[in-house]
């Protein structure tokens, strides 16, 4: 049974609905052991936005990635472009050698470093509920590539 991190984009009311689709499908998973979103874990000790702040959840979110078996990310874009914060996240999961299997539910292109990091690809959220983490099936992305 896996060990997940979600990289996810969650400033929107859109983004924030994909992901907590995505949340869902990953409870409802009997391959899954347990799932670190960094949206409910955004609580620390010092206040949000503040310089102390920042190095708690970044060190926080850097030690779930390392014990994390494999990455699961949603890589629809807004504005054109990937959120810096996921695309950093998917290159230290790249760099650690961890899985990385992603959600796109948009008809965007993707950057040919994060279409040739995934290990696996699907444009279905429901795809997470019956996916097989102990198998870790490769699937190819599908789109254009930028």
């Known amino acids: 049974m896996a060990q997940i ?3 996810s984009p969650f400033f929107s009311p859109e983004q924030v609905d994909r992901v907590e689709r995505l949340e869902a ?9 347990d799932f670190y979103s960094p949206r409910l874990h955004q609580d620390a ?5 503040t310089k102390p702040w920042a190095t708690e959840i970044f ?10 078996d494999v990455i699961v990310t949603v890589i629809d874009f807004e504005a054109k472009n990937l959120d810096s914060g996921t ?4 290159g230290v999961a790249t ?3 961890k899985p990385i299997l992603a959600l796109q539910e948009k008809d965007e292109a993707v950057n040919l470093m994060i279409t040739e990091s995934m290990h696996w690809y699907t444009k279905s959220v429901d795809d997470f509920k019956t996916y097989d ?6 699937g190819e992305f599908v789109g254009e590539i930028l």
Request: glycine share 0%; aromatic share 10%.
């Open 133 to 138: 983490f102990n198998t870790l099936t490769v």
């Open 87 to 90: 695309a950093y996240e998917l």
């Open 45 to 49: 000790a010092n206040a949000q936005f």
């Open 95 to 97: 760099m650690s050698n």
């Open 25 to 33: 499908a990953l409870e409802a998973n009997p391959t899954v052991k």
């Open 5 to 7: 991190y979600v990289a």
């Open 59 to 68: 060190h926080r979110d850097m030690d779930q990635i390392a014990a994390a």
